[in-house]
């Protein structure tokens, strides 16, 4: 029994084919804020509003949230690794998919706020993702007792004495150090899931770099803010004003290299200037992406042999030179 405690959780997956660096790294780094980067991406949403604005003349209410979350889902599908996170010095893979952001239940100062979290399955689309995303956002706004079970939990601990809260979060801390948190007692807290998201501008508010929370799995944080003017260079030369949306993520690096997240933040962003590819799921878009390269490798394998046919007939034409 001693030796499992640490390696076996609930919510996630020990990763063992990790190279030596990447294992130590958790030791080397131990927080995740002293292991966070910062990285912003200013994207282009033109593509965006036009697919918002074709879809709200079809009937469908969909947003630029909705899209981006589905995005994620598309993202950590294709590139897993992002979805991984550090406990107990241990690397491992969360067992789902699922995003956790902040609903404002009115915009006045007084409202309160909760969190509401969408767990991602590999068949669902934007579609299903937007039905999901408004049913609990409808949920969390009308129901009568406005005090959700991790609201609850926050409640109770917060009446506590000091001394009292020092020893439960510490207890809480070495359960989950070593694996032993209960699932129901993760999925009253928020801090549980692959991805936060606060979406800060539909308050009209740029967006600032969050911090990681050390508690719990959540290794990126990311915001998004309003809507702006960005001056663009077109192909001519010239410079026009588009509209422009900054995602600000903060990530721990120790559940990935820069490589590999560079390029799943290149395949997020690529998702974002095509939302209508987002109306696959994502094992559609495997099926998609699988074809189109079997179209690619057999058309390089013409171009190779059309090469060797123009080759041998050079060479047999200098024979007979």
Known sequence: MAKLIGKKRNDGTLVTDLEPMTRLMPYIMRGRNESAVFIRKSV????????????????????LFNIFVTALLHTLHARPRLNRFVAGR??????????????????????????????LKENDNLFTVTDAMLEDIRALKEEEDPDKADDKLMSLLARL?????????A??????????????FQQDIPL??????????SLGAEAPFHHLYELGTTSIFITIGKVYDKPTKT??????WRKAVDFNFTLDERICDGYY???????????????????????????????????????????????????IDADLSADYM
């Open 44 to 63: 282009d949403i033109t593509n965006i509003q036009a697919y918002i604005r074709q879809q709200r003349k079809e009937g469908r209410r969909i947003t």
């Open 90 to 119: 241990r690397i491992y893979q969360h067992n789902c998919k699922d995003v956790s952001y902040v609903v404002k239940r009115s915009f006045t100062d007084d409202a309160s706020e909760s969190v509401a979290r969408i767990v």
């Open 161 to 169: 004495p000091r001394w009292a809260n020092r020893f439960a979060v």
């Open 171 to 184: 207890f809480v801390r070495w359960l989950d150090f070593h694996g032993l948190l209960s699932e129901d």
């Open 192 to 201: 549980y899931s692959s991805i936060f998201v606060s979406h800060i501008g």
């Open 235 to 240: 192909s001519d030369g010239g410079v026009e």
């Open 261 to 311: 997240l560079v390029k799943s933040l290149r395949f997020l962003e690529e998702l974002l200037q095509n939302p209508a590819l987002l109306e696959m799921s994502p094992l559609e878009a495997d099926k998609l992406r699988i074809e189109e390269r079997a179209r690619k490798a057999s058309a390089k394998a013409e171009r190779e042999d059309q090469t060797k046919l123009e080759d």
